[in-house]
């Protein structure tokens, strides 16, 4: 009996597009003997579409054509398994399409995998890939990250973080607190984008105020930190779950531009974005890192204890900012759903991108199965205890005196 993997991927998000090509990469890769796959695409308006159409990347460029050959769907759990169903209901014939057994979500930045996706196939009840709500949560967000990271003991940049709305109350006292805690050169962020959005150098105190304000437009929590000199970016994957871990070779991403940029990122420096198919793989990059290997090492462990204190699962990928004449390294952040999956970093490693998907939905079924070993609820009915819904309820809140 082959798995049926439901594939869940787009979301109504920014990287949208990214997400499309790490999947139909993932599609590529997937052991067709056992695993049946499910496409499950969320469309930009969060409308859940199923179709082989979705298996075929060309069939994108025509996003109406393409919707039009796939049918509109919702996902539920009926208590026996989770299907899905055709909505509308059909007037005749099967409403049910099909079922899953373990979910793999494939989707980037906000409103998908800062735990929207993973909250929603919990509610499902259904194993997943990748981590948790909370972790998730934590991973997207730039400022709870750094705090969580910086009281492990984890290295991160010296950093201020603040509300836009406090600033707005008196910018006076907040330009005055980051300018005695860090020092300048600052990197101005909004607290939860990605791919570079709304980030800009500051060089100057003289500066802070426009680069504070422009950041402002993209978020509602702002951060501002030290700027790493002589910046050498190196990136490392890790797989596994809280018991086990594994980390990848290390790359390093080159970038054309002081801060590295969106084009940089997908489009492997061409600014005509001509090479949308080829997505982060192709991105300019240096694979193994030149670094000594004691650094491969620290860098190794510190992307391990990093996706373990963040409780991730699945595949992440840590970015790290080095200064490259101190040697000195600090954890940037963590994508806990990376861009195609950072498979080009496990086949460095050693492990094909069929075996990755495999590990993946092993690491999964594990965690399902912990989980359920875990009480969350209990199947007596406090309603019908002796004494009815009078005796029943009582200390409740709903009690009346
Ligand atoms: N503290 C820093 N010092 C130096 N460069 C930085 C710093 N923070 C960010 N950058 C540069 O900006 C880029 C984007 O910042 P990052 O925090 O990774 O945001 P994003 O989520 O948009 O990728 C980094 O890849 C790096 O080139
Ligand atoms: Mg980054």
Same mark, same amino acid.
């Given at each position: 009996m082959k798995i049926k993997l439901g594939v869940f991927f787009g979301g109504k998000s920014v990287e949208h597009e990214i997400a499309v090509i790490t999947t139909s990469q993932a599609l590529e890769a997937i052991n067709k003997e056992k695993y049946e796959i499910v496409p499950i695409y969320i469309s930009k308006k969060g409308v859940l579409y199923t179709g082989d159409?979705?298996?075929?990347?060309?069939?994108?460029?025509d996003m109406d054509a393409l919707l039009k050959k796939c049918t509109k769907v919702a996902v539920v759990n009926d208590g026996e398994s989770v299907k899905v169903l055709k909505?509308?209901?059909?007037?005749?014939?099967?409403?049910?399409?099909n079922t899953i057994d373990v979910a793999f979500p494939i989707v980037h930045g906000t409103n998908c995998e800062d735990g929207t996706v993973a909250g929603y196939l919990n509610l499902l009840g259904l194993p997943f890939i990748g981590p948790d709500v909370v972790s998730s949560g934590l991973g997207m967000d730039k400022i709870f990250m750094k705090k969580v990271l910086k009281e492990s003991g984890i290295p991160v940049v010296n950093y201020y973080s603040f509300y836009s709305e406090e600033y707005v109350n008196d910018e006076e006292k907040i330009r005055k607190e980051i300018n005695d805690k860090l020092k300048y050169p600052l990197i101005c962020k909004p607290g939860n984008t990605g791919s570079s959005v709304g980030i800009k150098k500051v060089s100057t105190p003289e500066e802070l105020a426009e680069k504070i304000e422009y950041s402002m437009q993209f978020s509602d929590r702002i951060l501002v930190e030290e700027c790493v000199q002589n910046l050498k970016e190196i990136n490392c994957s890790v797989m596994g779950n809280l018991n086990e871990t594994e980390a990848s070779v290390c790359e390093e991403p080159y970038f054309s531009d002081e801060i590295l940029s969106y084009t940089d990122k997908?489009? +492997?420096?061409?600014?005509? +974005?001509?090479?949308?198919?080829? +997505?982060?793989?192709?991105?300019?990059?240096?694979?193994?890192?030149?670094?000594?290997d004691e650094k491969r090492d620290e860098i190794q462990h510190l992307a391990q204890e990093t996706f373990k204190l963040l409780g991730c699962s699945g595949v992440g990928r840590i970015d790290f900012l080095m200064?490259?004449?101190?040697?000195k390294v600090y954890v940037n952040e963590i994508n806990t759903i990376p861009g195609a999956l950072s498979y080009y970093l496990w086949e460095a490693t050693g492990k094909s991108f069929e075996k990755e998907i495999d590990e993946l939905v092993q690491i999964a079924l594990r965690r399902d199965r912990d989980k359920n070993k875990l009480t969350f609820s209990y199947d007596q009915n406090i309603f019908a205890l002796s004494g009815g819904a009078k005796g029943g309820t009582k200390g409740s809140k709903v009690s009346k005196k």
């Open positions: 159409a979705l298996l075929d990347l060309q069939e994108f460029k909505v509308p209901a059909p007037a005749f014939g099967k409403q049910v399409i997908y489009m +492997g420096g061409s600014k005509t +974005g001509d090479s949308e198919e080829k +997505g982060m793989q192709v991105s300019d990059k240096k694979l193994p890192a030149d670094i000594p200064d490259s004449k101190t040697g």
